[in-house]
């Protein structure tokens, strides 16, 4: 099957770096993902009892070390003390920054302590020389509306990806042609699956319509190569992927 000529540079993003070889949210992962081609990364912030930002999606790390234990109540010095599947320890945001925080870079804001990983990131961010340039390069994904409107009232030129309900709510109006007031904001980027309710969703015609509205679409994990055409085919400005580049798209990923 030929692949798709694109008609607009897309953006790549490494969902939480390549998992190929190394445990996912790691510096080798982000690495890998950064040598195959990728120049956005996304990734999980959660925060230690004692204030300190972790990269990590679920709230217990039993899956990645083999026992109970949960981030939130842990210390960052208990937590640097874990070792993974590969012999690497969790990745914390400080040195994540130091990294790779010259590319482009989304961070889900995980719910459950979300306040307090928000008050860490803003003394951050209030600590930095120029951080509306960064808000420029760093997105961010909510869970909770009262999260992103506390984080959007304390720095209004943060970037806000389309919250999971909002992203359901367009995407049937633009599907569907449904009549949903205000269903798709301007400047907006919203998430696009493959397909809802059995119905293949990521066509051209769909896509159309965000961009009409002033908005972005992003494809969200196609499964294979040939959800990943069909993003193309649809014209999506960003693809949100688990795996390498196909080689035969490496060298159209776009910043």
């Not at 039993?62 to 070792?83: D, F, H, I, N």
């Not at 760093?138 to 506390?150: A, N, V």
């Not at 809802?196 to 002033?214: I, L």
Request: aromatic content about 10%; charged content about 25%.
């Amino acid at each position: 099957m030929p692949m798709v000529e694109q008609k607009r540079a897309t953006v790549w993003i490494s969902h939480r770096g390549l998992k190929t070889h190394h445990v996912e949210n790691t510096q080798a992962a982000f690495e890998d993902a950064i040598a195959g081609g990728y120049q956005h990364l996304e990734t999980d912030l959660r925060s230690t009892v004692d204030g300190q930002i972790v990269l990590a999606h679920d709230s217990d790390l039993a899956c990645l070390v083999g026992r109970k234990m949960l981030v939130a109540t842990s210390t960052a010095a208990e937590l640097r003390e874990l070792r993974l599947s590969d012999g690497q320890g969790l990745l914390f945001f400080d040195e994540f920054i130091n990294c790779f925080g010259q590319y482009g870079l989304t961070f889900d804001i995980k719910p459950e302590e979300g306040e307090r990983t928000l008050a860490i990131l803003a003394r951050w961010l209030h600590a930095q020389k120029s951080p509306d340039e960064l808000l420029q390069r760093y997105r961010f994904l909510f869970w909770r509306r009262e999260q992103q409107s506390s984080w959007q009232t304390e720095f209004p030129a943060a970037k806000c990806l389309a919250t999971e309900a909002e992203c359901i709510w367009a995407g049937m109006a633009m599907a569907f042609r449904l009549p949903l007031p205000r269903a798709v904001r301007t400047g907006q980027t919203y998430a696009v699956t493959h397909s809802f309710g059995g119905v293949v969703t990521m066509r051209p015609s769909v896509v159309a319509r965000y961009h009409a509205r002033g908005a972005k679409a992003l494809a969200y994990l196609p499964k294979d190569a040939g959800e990943i055409q069909t993003a193309l085919a649809a014209g999506v400005d960003e693809i949100l992927f688990d795996g390498p580049i196909p080689a035969e798209l490496s060298d159209r990923a776009s910043s």
